[in-house]
């Protein structure tokens, strides 16, 4: 059974920065990509950033590129997503999540933590 949990939210003024960390675990593939996703009250989720561990590649939604970024920590299936110049649109719960590659498609990511909260006031 997949485990994650996302941690690092809290409240934070605009143009502020915070860091999620996600771990995860009870996953099958020693190739993986773990994405942070995120959803604002009374909106889809979409999907933020992905990482895939095959070669560390990256992709990022463009409304957080130049802002955002997803890195590998030292431990095992450890994932940071390092957010600057937060906007208030950002605010929502992130969510990350891990597949055996980064699926463009929300869909396809079926394994979710509890999320954590980011607030972001202007």
């Known amino acids: 059974e997949v485990q994650l949990v996302e941690s690092g939210g809290g409240l934070v003024q605009a143009g502020g920065s915070l860091r999620l960390s996600c771990t995860v675990s009870g996953f099958p593939w020693d190739d993986y990509a773990i994405g942070w996703f995120r959803q604002a009250p009374g909106k889809e989720r979409e999907g933020v950033a992905c990482?895939?561990?095959?070669?560390?590649?990256?992709n990022y939604a463009d409304s957080v590129k130049g802002r955002f970024t997803i890195s590998s920590g030292d431990a095992k299936n450890t994932v940071f997503l390092q957010m600057n110049n937060l906007k208030p649109e950002d605010t929502a719960v992130y969510f990350c999540?891990?597949?055996?590659?980064?699926?463009?498609?929300?869909?396809?990511?079926?394994?979710w933590g509890q999320g954590t909260q980011v607030t972001v006031s202007s």
């Open positions: 990482i895939s561990s095959s070669d560390g590649s990256t």
């Open positions: 999540s891990v597949e055996d590659r980064c699926y463009s498609a929300v869909y396809y990511w079926r394994s």
